[in-house]
């Protein structure tokens, strides 16, 4: 089945700086990679969402990469603010028996230093 | 709220109570899903129902016994539940599980303490 490795665990950064966060996927099959937030106490929300046939998809201050030939795939954060600080989940979707099945990666927490 | 409602929100059981998690959406999707959240751990996909068809047991115990009545209602029954079942119980749905669907919407969970 897919496993999602996702690095760093945690990531402090001051504000106004730049946060990236890493995932690799092990399944050539996923086609599609979604980020999630999940501030604390809070339920996990789609922030950013990327298929497999496109290299690079922004919105605003977050971008997503995705690299197909080395399996990974990539989070950016610019201009940070204190109101990005939560945990962020990267996840791949790809066949499980004929199932698209979602896997996570373990999350990483940004902390964003005012 | 986002259209899918997990209750109760806080739970504290017994390990020889029976209780019950609930989720509702209203979102007409049709695919929801149980989540385990444990600290330090990725999410760990439980059941998936699929047009109140479960299409996926992820090797969970016994002990918790999912229930789509319809595809705007799921449950999870705990039985006999281990301390090491204390977790955030997280419900989602998606429009469907085909190649087509894509992010899902989560419902805020369920904090499950087993004493």
């Known amino acids: 089945g897919e496993n999602v490795e996702q690095h760093p665990s945690t990531l402090s950064v001051q504000e106004g700086d730049s946060a990236v966060i890493k995932c690799t996927y092990s399944d050539s099959a996923s086609n599609y990679f979604p980020w999630y937030k999940q501030e604390l106490g809070k339920r996990p929300q789609l922030i950013i969402d990327i298929r497999s046939n496109v290299g690079e998809k922004k919105d605003q201050r977050i971008a997503v990469t995705l690299n197909k030939t080395a399996k990974h795939f990539s989070l950016h954060i610019t201009e940070t603010q204190p109101e990005d600080s939560a945990v962020y989940f990267c996840a791949a979707k790809g066949n499980s028996g004929g199932y698209q099945k979602v896997t996570f990666g373990i999350g990483t927490k940004l902390q964003v230093i005012p | 709220e986002t259209g899918v409602t997990q209750t109760p929100r806080h739970l504290v059981m017994g390990m020889t109570n029976k209780k019950s998690l609930k989720c509702e959406q209203h979102?007409?999707?049709?695919?929801m899903y149980w989540y385990k959240q444990s600290a330090k751990k990725p999410l760990e996909l439980m059941f998936v129902?699929?047009?109140?068809?479960?299409?996926e047991n992820n090797s969970v115990p016994s002990r918790f016994s999912p229930e789509c009545p319809n595809s705007s209602h799921l449950f999870l029954h705990l039985h006999t539940l281990q301390p090491e079942d204390s977790a955030l119980y997280l419900c989602a749905s998606s429009q469907d599980v085909s190649p087509g669907a894509h992010g899902y919407t989560f419902g805020s969970g369920t904090r499950l303490t087993v004493v």
């Open positions: 979102l007409g999707h049709n695919a």
């Open positions: 129902y699929n047009f109140k068809e479960q299409t």
